[in-house]
């Protein structure tokens, strides 16, 4: 049978659907509008760092990837990856939607500057009748200080909301808007939330769904799943954790 690539499946014009790409990279699309948020589909931490490795292949190739809106978090590499970004072969017809200095790094990586958006905390646009708004995130490092989590909400209402990378605080509480998806990170390195503090967000943010991320490519940066899934269902709510492998496919 032949490869089926996200971009080529169609979906009723009600649903959404997701896929997982590792660490916190997923691939979107609804209402015919698809998305890619924080692909790291390269090795460029592994070759700078060994103990950064990944331990799985790519699922999917960065040349293969398409999509008509492509937005970063922040400037970490296994977010805002060079090596993705330079293989992507729609620079010119996709739209790039990052925070303030993390734009900046697109452009040294080829990407058009008509064709980036920045939108920060508190900013909001609207590309091909989606909405995007920068969420607080609070950053992990002096590095990042723009790193900016995203709410989107396709054009039939459907929505998602990114944390980027974040440490905790109750600011992350009082900020975090409502959404049908949730996706948190949940590794507890390198000041990102922990799991006691990721099931914390979720019930602030008490979506339909929560997909877990930020704990499968590296050993090093990594978390069980697993753990989470417990933890969120001894909370009894009405939020159904999914976990998923790469590539597979979420529709809500």
Not at 8 to 37: C, D, N, R
Not at 144 to 172: K, M, Q, W
Not at 231 to 251: D, G, H, N, P, Y
């Amino acid at each position: 049978m032949e490869k089926q690539f996200p971009w080529e499946i169609e979906l009723p014009k009600w649903k959404a659907a997701l896929w997982f790409l590792g660490q916190a990279g997923y691939y979107m699309k609804s209402g015919g509008v698809s998305l890619v948020i924080d692909p790291y589909l390269s090795d460029s931490c592994g070759m700078n760092s060994p103990a950064f490795t990944r331990k799985y292949p790519v699922p999917v190739s960065a040349f293969e990837i398409k999509a008509d809106i492509f937005i970063v978090t922040h400037d970490h590499t296994d977010h805002l990856d060079p090596e993705t970004v330079k293989m992507y072969s729609y620079k010119k017809e996709t739209t790039f939607v990052a925070p303030r200095f993390a734009a900046r790094k697109l452009l040294s990586f080829g990407v058009p500057e008509a064709n980036i958006r920045i939108v920060d905390v508190g900013e909001s646009a609207n590309i091909r009748g989606v909405n995007i708004r920068g969420v607080f995130a609070l950053p992990t490092g002096a590095d990042v200080l723009d790193t900016t989590g995203y709410l989107i909400t396709f054009p039939n209402e459907r929505s998602v909301y990114h944390t980027a990378d974040t440490a905790f605080c109750s600011l992350l509480l009082k900020a975090c808007p409502k959404a049908e998806v949730l996706l948190p990170c949940i590794n507890a390195k390198f000041g990102n939330l922990n799991i006691a503090e990721a099931v914390s967000l979720t019930k602030a943010v008490n979506p339909k769904y929560v997909i877990p991320n930020h704990y499968d490519v590296m050993a090093l940066n990594g978390e069980n799943p697993e753990s989470f899934k417990y933890f969120m269902e001894a909370e009894k709510t009405e939020t159904q954790c999914v976990i998923l492998k790469a590539m597979e496919m979420f529709v809500w």
